[in-house]
């Protein structure tokens, strides 16, 4: 069955640094997500993404971060400065045209910022 | 606002009970669609259901079941004779359909304990 698959599955990195996280979502998919969610808390949308734009941002999206998808299948997300409450679990989700708002989503990575 | 509403923090039960997630969402929008997600202790998000807004038929999956009221703006998920691998947290989302890409909103989640 195909699935959405994120790596790494865990990064950590010192405060002030640069983290990229790598996304393949299904390949038939045209719709692509970035969430995150704070231990313990909710899933938080960050951004969305299709026909290589940015489709809608959260307030979260800050000039921090941004998206790609360099060779059409990955689809990434850099954050050029990490702070420590940028430690969360990333989700990387995909839907298909025709399956409006099914999103799956990758096992995430969790990014630890020291 | 989008605003989805999952009232209980924590539920503990024993296997073999039946156990009601509630949910209860905002929306201004007469279109949308209504989701579940589990999340187990490994992490990852497994998509469960998702409930266009015209259709508020009760859905059953196996031991599974979703009632969605629009009523009371309800989308509440029951899962019958539980068993210990339901432990997980469960979200209950909303997205607004108009457009292909439009975001999920979860809730705060309902973490469900099964005791052997």
């Known amino acids: 069955e195909p699935e959405v698959t994120q790596t790494p599955s865990h990064q950590v990195t010192q405060m002030g640094q640069e983290v990229i996280l790598r996304c393949v979502p299904i390949?038939?998919?045209?719709?692509f997500y970035w969430y995150r969610q704070i231990l313990g808390q909710k899933v938080e949308f960050l951004v969305s993404?299709?026909?290589?734009?940015?489709?809608?941002k959260s307030e979260i999206f800050d000039d921090q971060f941004s998206v790609e998808r360099p060779d059409g299948s990955n689809f990434t997300l850099k954050i050029r400065s990490t702070k420590l409450e940028d430690s969360a679990m990333y989700f990387c989700?995909?839907?298909?045209?025709?399956?409006?708002?099914?999103?799956?989503f990758g096992a995430g990575t969790r990014l630890s910022v020291l | 606002a989008q605003k989805v509403t999952q009232a209980q923090t924590e539920i503990s039960v024993v296997e073999k009970e039946d156990v009601t997630l509630d949910c209860v969402y905002e929306?201004?929008?007469?279109?949308?669609?209504l989701f579940w997600y589990k999340q187990p202790p490994s992490g990852e998000l497994v998509f469960l259901i998702r409930r266009n807004s015209f259709d508020e038929q009760n859905e059953i999956s196996g031991r599974y079941s979703w009632n969605f009221q629009k009523s009371t703006s309800s989308f509440n998920f029951t899962i019958t004779a539980s068993q210990v691998v339901d432990s997980a947290v469960y979200f209950c989302?909303?997205?607004?359909?108009?457009?292909?890409?439009?975001?999920?909103?979860f809730g705060k989640g309902t973490r469900l304990h099964i005791l052997p």
């Open positions: 989302a909303l997205s607004e359909a108009p457009n292909r890409d439009d975001k999920i909103i």
């Open positions: 929306t201004r929008d007469t279109t949308y669609y």
């Open positions: 993404f299709y026909n290589n734009e940015i489709s809608e």
């Open positions: 989700a995909s839907s298909a045209a025709g399956m409006e708002n099914i999103q799956y």
């Open positions: 390949s038939n998919h045209l719709y």
